[in-house]
C-alpha cells in the first residue's frame, strides 16, 4: 500500500473517533504519558508553541483577499474547524482521507458555503490547472513522506502555484531532541513518520522554487517556511545548443551545459528540468552535490593552483594565500570585477616549474607570492585597459 493511503486511513480513523468525541491527540495511554518528553509535548500544545495550521502567523502572510484562490494541501479540516471558512479568498482543499472530504462537503452544504474544489487524493498528483493558485499551504502533511515523494509534491506546489505566489509549509526538524517523542505519537496514531531530510537537505530542494520570506522554529520539532514562489523568465530556444545532449543523463546534461554557459544559473537548472522530465529538487540536489558542477559565473581569467606534491613541498601555500589576498576572494569565487576565478588542481604536470599556476592555459612557474601577485596585477591591467 501507497505511504499516502495509509496516511489516508489513519485520517478516515480519526474522523471515526472525533464523531465519537474522542480527540486522538488527548486521549493517549498511560505508556505515552509516561515518556519523559510528553511533559514538554503538553506545555508545547498549551502554551501554542506548536505551529499548527491555526497559527495566526500563517494567515497574516498569506494575506487572503477577494477573487484570490487559495490551495489547502493536505490538512483539509482547517475549512472546518480553523476559521478557513472566513477567509475571503476562494477555498479549495487536497486531502488524503476520503472520510474527511466526504465530512467537509457535508459541512459546506449544511452551512450553505460557496468553495472551489474539495478532493480526496494525494498531494504530488492534483487536477489543477498550472499557475492557478495565488496562495497555498502544506501544514503537517510532509512528516509522512520519504524524500522521493516529499520531491515530487514540492514539484507539483511550484505547478500550480502562481509566479509571486505564497505559500506555507512545515516539516518536521529531525535534529530535534523532541523528535524521537513525536515520532512514537505518529506511530501510535498509525500514521508512521517516514521524513528523512536534513533542514538543510530540505532547503536546498525548496530552492529552485521558491524564495524564503522567513522560517520559523517550534516547540514540538517542525520547521515553518513562509515562501514566495520565484518568477521564472523563459527565453525560446536561448538553450538550443543544449538540444542534442539532452538524453545524455542528467550527469553528463549537466556537464554538457556548464560546457556550453560556463556555470549553471537557476533558470539554466529549470530548463534542464523541463526538457528531461526530472523534478527541479532532484536536477538541483545533484548540481549542488557534485563539485565539478559551478553555480556561480566564472571570470574571464581562470587562475588553476597547483597542488601537488612538488608544488607543496616548494611552498604551494605561501602562493594560494598571496592569490587570495590579491583577489580578495576564496576558491571558487569570481572577482566582484569579474575578471577572475581561481580553483586548486591535484597537480598541472610542470613539476619543474614548481611552484606553479596556470591562467587561460599558460603556465607560470618558480613563483614566489610577489611574483604571483604581480602576474595577476599585469594581466587586471590588461583587462582593465
Known sequence: MEDFEIVGKSYDKTIELGAKGIDPYKDLPEWIKADPDYPAFERARNDGGDSGSDDPRIKAFLNPSAGERFVDLGCSLNL????????????????????TIELLKGFVAKNNLTVGALINGSLHETPFEADYFDIGACVGSLEYFKKDFVEKALSEFNRILKPSGRFVLDI???????????????????RPDKFDISPDEFEAMLRPFFSFERVDYDGVAMIQYYLTKKEMKKEPNKYKELEPYLESG????????????????????????????????????????????RLKPMGRRHILLCQGTACHVNGSAEIEEAVREELGVSEGETTADGI??????ACLGCCSL???????????????????????????????V
Open 80 to 99: 472546518m474547524l480553523r476559521g478557513y471558512d472566513a477567509w475571503p479568498s476562494e477555498y479549495h482543499g487536497v486531502d488524503v482521507s476520503a472520510k
Open 340 to 345: 577572475f576565478s581561481y580553483n586548486n588542481v
Open 354 to 384: 614548481s611552484p606553479a599556476m596556470m591562467i587561460d592555459g599558460k603556465a607560470y612557474g618558480s613563483l614566489t607570492p610577489g611574483k604571483a601577485k604581480a602576474i595577476i596585477r599585469e594581466i587586471r591591467k590588461e583587462e582593465t
Open 172 to 190: 518536521p526538524n529531525i535534529t530535534s531532541p523532541m523528535r524521537r517523542f513525536m515520532n512514537i505519537l505518529e506511530e501510535y496514531q498509525g
Open 250 to 293: 542528467l550527469i553528463g546534461v549537466l556537464q554538457k551545459a556548464q560546457g556550453l554557459y560556463g556555470w549553471l544559473s537557476e533558470d539554466l537548472l529549470a530548463h534542464v528540468a523541463e526538457k528531461t522530465g526530472q523534478s527541479r529538487a532532484k536536477v538541483y540536489g545533484v548540481a549542488t552535490f557534485y563539485a565539478q558542477f
